[in-house]
């Protein structure tokens, strides 16, 4: 089993348990909120995310950090969630957790998750309307768009929807020419 694969086997009962309690709560969709931003915040933050790794670094220094940053930010199921995951030495899984707590939140409410692969920045008007596709593709009443500026795609944009791929992308056209091409020649030999 892959690292990648443990690691996701280690998250899912924490993922699994966190949903049970935040639902019996009511508070769903603010806990969603609150975990969809510090994903953000532990993407855009290397050195969080570093702290959080460092295991030279006593847990108690790691729940203060947790208690100034996020005291009044996000709900405080969050915060004794994370606090239980410092406890547990499984804060280095956070956004692994994060990840599929989502994934099964989505699943939960019927929630179509599209990862948007593109090389530019999408208008609201253009989000729209990849949503209403999305929705007619997949039969879904609801679709959340997660979208990544990758500028190596030149033009187009590649979509992602569970296991299905939709590249309309310049630089996946470029590829699929190139190994036509390489199995071509391959076949001249």
């Known amino acids: 089993m892959s690292n990648q694969g443990f690691m996701s086997k280690v998250a899912l009962p924490y993922a699994e348990a966190f949903i049970e309690s935040v639902n019996n709560a ?58 239980v995951l410092i406890d547990r030495r499984r804060i280095t899984l956070l956004d692994i957790i994060i990840s599929k707590y989502l994934e099964l939140v989505y699943q939960l409410q019927s929630i179509v998750i599209a990862e948007v692969f593109t090389p530019i920045v999408l208008t609201d008007i253009q989000q729209n309307a990849l949503i209403n596709k999305i929705k ?54």
């Open 26 to 83: 009511g508070a769903l969709d603010e806990v969603n909120q609150d975990l969809s931003l510090i994903s953000e915040i532990l993407k855009e933050s290397k050195e969080l995310k570093t702290f959080f790794d460092n295991p030279l670094i006593t847990t108690q220094v790691k729940k203060n950090v947790v208690n100034k940053l996020f005291t009044d930010q996000v709900h405080s199921l969050v915060i004794r969630f994370l606090l």
């Open 136 to 189: 007619h593709i997949t039969n879904s009443a609801t679709v959340k768009l997660i979208i990544t500026i990758e500028p190596m795609l030149i033009a187009g944009f590649i979509i992602k929807i569970g296991s299905k791929t939709i590249d309309t992308s310049l630089y996946g056209r470029l590829k699929h020419v190139d190994a036509y091409l390489k199995s071509a020649s391959n076949m001249s030999i």
